[in-house]
């Protein structure tokens, strides 16, 4: 479906009831206190925390004292952001100060050596890729330990202290981020495709800091001494994108108290319509200021979606441009999903979405052979020599010839429409759209996409 498209389906969506939203909240609710052992234990952020302290005094005693250097082990991703979901990575960076970058490479081959060699009899992995890191499993929990991951640890930093000032954000980013793993668009590490999972935390903060439900804290950091006293541009604030206003006490005065309880549920479905009618797709999903940053051309026009790490400033998308619209997809479709109210027989309204089938714009096209101008009767002829023998098809092919472009559009239009929309008999939805939802459909084949199949499976109906 076209941008334009999307946005006129979802203007036609009835709006959600109490009750749709009275549900969705106690499916979340449910989400996270499904298993009664493990919320015991506190949070899947916190439980990450304690096994931390273990990790590190692993990491002193097995690979430090060991290698005879003073090494530093610092905390980041999801466990300090507090957006730790049950397949969330236990995120490690360790920094030796007498090791120079260049042995890098040989350092980590050595770290996960030694703790293969330890007595607990890790099976520790060393992977080549960006950033390197050293993988290994202690109690049932992944763990990654990578090299000097200053970025990262900033991020994190960043996003705890938006947790800090606003709990439920964390919590919208646990509930998007489970969805997302339902719907196989969730990714730990880049080589498994779909998009990072830090990505997601991003996209939450950048939609509620459009809604001004969240502020821009590089926005709200102190003039600095040099500085002119003037608006900050955007320049300015990717220039010192280091800095932030990071006290809660200065940011309450500032942006003023956040008190008020957040509807998850209502964010959440706004949540999927915001980008699942792609009309921002134009944007830079950014976290330094709240103005609307268009995408460059040179940097950012080879995909629909374009997330920006406020401290490396390059996009963090890594599925190929082929991944895109069943991404999209994704977001669409499960909004339609929660919006459309659900009964025990179904939903109240049908909705069938089509997806164009058309060549990989990367395909090389042949040239064209020139060929003698045919008359209309030479092509009548060879299309009836096609139709005659044992695999003759099973359609006349005289009266197609004889259509004209507008009666077969007509015709298209009337098959397109007869299992787009189809309303219930309940009378409490009467919803019908005065146009085909999706347009274009004329010139090429379309497949058919189940709503209902990457839908998440853990709402209560």
């Known amino acids: ?37 493990v919320e015991s234990r506190g949070p899947i952020w916190q439980q990450r925390m304690e096994l931390m302290t273990v990790i590190e005094e692993l990491l002193n005693r097995c690979v430090f004292e060991k290698m005879r250097v003073k090494g530093h082990v610092r905390t ?150 040099n500085e002119k006293k003037a608006l900050h541009v955007i320049d300015d604030l990717y220039e010192r994108r280091d800095l932030y206003e990071n006290d809660t006490v200065k940011i309450a005065e500032k942006f003023g108290k956040l008190e008020e309880s957040w509807n998850l549920a ?11 009618t792609r009309s921002h797709q134009n944007e830079v999903v950014q976290v330094i200021t709240k103005n609307v940053v268009t995408k460059d051309k040179t940097r950012w026009s080879r995909k629909l979606l374009q997330i920006a790490d ?20 994704c977001f669409l479709k499960s909004y339609l999903y929660f919006v459309i109210p659900q009964t025990v027989e179904g939903p109240l309204l049908d909705v069938t979405l089509y997806q164009k089938i058309g060549e990989s714009p990367r395909k090389k096209k042949g040239r064209r052979k020139r060929v003698a101008p045919t008359t209309r009767t030479d092509v009548k002829t060879k299309l009836k020599s096609v139709a005659v023998g044992d695999d003759a098809p099973s359609i006349s092919v005289e009266p197609l010839m004889n259509m004209t472009i507008e009666q077969t559009l007509e015709q298209a239009d ?38 209902g199949r990457v839908l998440p499976t853990w709402i209560a109906t």
Request: proline fraction near 5%; aromatic fraction near 10%.
């Open 1 to 37: 479906m076209r941008m334009h498209e999307r946005g006129d389906l979802v203007e036609r969506m009835p709006e959600m009831t109490t009750h749709q939203m009275e549900a969705i909240n106690s499916a979340i609710r449910s989400l996270f206190q499904s298993n009664s052992d």
């Open 76 to 225: 980041y991703g999801s466990c300090v952001a507090k957006t730790a979901i049950t397949c969330s990575d236990l995120n490690i960076t360790i920094d030796i100060p007498d090791v120079d970058c260049s042995d890098a490479v040989e350092t980590m081959k050595n770290v996960a050596e030694l703790l293969n060699s330890a007595t607990d009899g890790f099976d520790a992995q060393f992977f080549a890729e960006t950033p390197m890191c050293v993988r290994v499993t202690i109690s049932n929990v992944p763990v990654r330990i990578t090299w000097r991951r200053d970025n990262g640890v900033k991020l994190a930093n960043l996003l705890a202290t938006y947790a800090t000032i606003r709990p439920q954000y964390a919590e919208l980013c646990r509930v998007v981020r489970k969805w997302a793993e339902i719907c196989g668009i969730y990714s730990v590490e880049k080589r498994q495709g779909g998009l990072t999972s830090y990505g997601f935390d991003l996209m939450v903060l950048y939609f509620l800091q459009q809604k001004e439900l969240l502020p821009c804290l590089h926005e709200m950091r102190p003039m600095m001494a």
């Open 266 to 276: 209502l964010l959440f479905v706004e949540f999927l319509c915001f980008y699942g």
């Open 310 to 329: 406020p401290f490396r400033t390059d996009n963090v998308v890594t599925f190929t441009k082929a991944y895109q619209a069943y991404f999209f997809n």
């Open 414 to 451: 009337g098959g397109i429409l007869s299992g787009s929309i189809r309303p219930q008999k309940t009378p409490a939805c009467n919803f019908r759209l005065s146009e085909p939802p999706v347009c274009g459909f004329r010139k090429k084949m379309w497949e058919s996409l189940d709503v």
